[in-house]
């Protein structure tokens, strides 16, 4: 390329780049960018006041009297926590064993509502509250196919199953306060 090319070129960046209608390019592709990846550039819009009832008390000016008081704005929503990091205590009066062959209605019967069942073809996954569902990584599990019960794996005291069930018995978690340490061999060589 010639150099005066490439000066034609700087020039021609250098003359646009204070340009209002490239500005607004940039800001809106910035805009896209980030409404793709979450995020809002834009500021939210100021809460406007709502428009006077009829027949509401109005005072100077035409506001409504609960809005010269200072009404206080409702809480911010609660969102549930996202994942549990540590366990939780649980204590519940329903106890019971099941056993194999149950339906869903004797289970609930004796343990109360589950705190999620999932369906999947024949089989049903009933999950309970077990006091340890961060160290032991899973909910007390009933396993029913066909509407009966065939599985349990569970982890509280309270809960029993009669039944044979495919989990091992429960182990308590060990920790190493630095973590596990990977130790290898130097091979030896013939």
């Known amino acids: 390329m010639r150099r005066s090319t490439l000066w034609m070129c700087a020039l ?4 646009t780049l204070g340009c209002k209608q490239v500005n607004e390019q940039i800001a809106k592709i910035k805009e896209k960018i980030a409404e793709r990846r979450g995020r809002s550039t834009t500021p939210p819009p100021p809460p406007q006041a709502a428009p006077a009832q009829p027949g509401a008390d109005t005072a100077i000016g035409g ?3 609960s ?3 200072g009404k206080p704005a409702p809480p911010p929503p609660q969102y549930p926590e996202a994942q549990v990091t540590r366990d939780v205590p649980y204590n519940s009066p ?6 194999p062959g149950m339906s869903e209605k004797d289970v609930y019967s004796l343990w109360g509502p ?6 999947q073809g024949e089989w049903t996954y009933l999950f309970f509250r077990n006091g340890c569902e961060y160290t032991c990584g899973t909910e007390d599990v009933v396993t029913l196919q066909d509407g009966h019960v065939v ?3 569970l982890r509280w005291p ?5 039944g044979q ?6 182990t308590k978690p060990h920790w190493k306060p630095h973590g596990d340490t990977l130790t290898v061999k130097p091979q030896s060589t013939p």
Do not use: F, K
């Open 63 to 65: 506001q409504a009297e």
């Open 12 to 15: 021609l960046v250098t003359a």
């Open 114 to 119: 589950p705190g999620a069942v999932r369906h």
């Open 165 to 170: 069930s495919s989990s091992p018995a429960a």
């Open 151 to 153: 599985d349990a794996v």
């Open 158 to 162: 309270g809960h029993g199953y009669s």
């Open 94 to 99: 329903d106890t019971g064993t099941i056993a």
């Open 67 to 69: 809005e010269r008081r």
